[in-house]
């Protein structure tokens, strides 16, 4: 399992005064549904893939009822999920009504077993692939110093 990168070249925000430079972006190879991660969770229990996807939509209603109501939800060491609100304000105290919050946003929050496996991500060039060029386990702590294409 690697992460995809690609090089793309754009402007500091920092110091928006400054060149061009160039910067490792991740790629997104396939956009996963809720059917295929019941699929892979089916097979490493005794559920059947019908049942592991009922699991999972029983636990997105949950988790969206709980955040409705004003509830944070952790998920073990996975994470927490939480709302943020946008909003507007006003000069006065008494001049706020609801028609203040522009959007609910909803936030995750990764624990610390989801952050510690994040940071053990290996990473290929993309273009390294397209060209069949697909580097070894091994030969990866090169290829991070050649990002150059």
Do not use: C, H
């Amino acid at each position: 399992m690697s992460i995809f990168l690609k090089p793309v070249q754009r402007i500091n925000p920092s110091d928006p005064d400054a060149g061009k430079k160039w910067y490792p972006v991740q790629v997104t190879t396939k956009l996963v549904d809720e059917t295929e991660v019941a699929t892979l969770v089916a097979e490493g229990t005794t559920l059947n893939p019908m049942e592991a996807l009922m699991a999972i939509r029983r636990l997105r209603n949950v988790v969206q009822r709980m955040l409705l109501d004003g509830k944070s939800v952790r998920l073990g060491d996975w994470g927490s999920f939480n709302i943020t609100l946008s909003t507007k304000g006003e000069e006065g105290k008494e001049d706020l009504t609801v028609r203040n919050v522009k959007s609910v946003n909803i936030n995750f929050q990764p624990g610390a077993d989801l952050r510690l496996a994040m940071q053990k991500a290996d990473f290929i060039w993309l273009n390294k692939v397209l060209e069949g060029d697909i580097p070894s386990s091994s030969d990866n702590e090169e290829e991070e110093e050649d990002p150059a294409m």
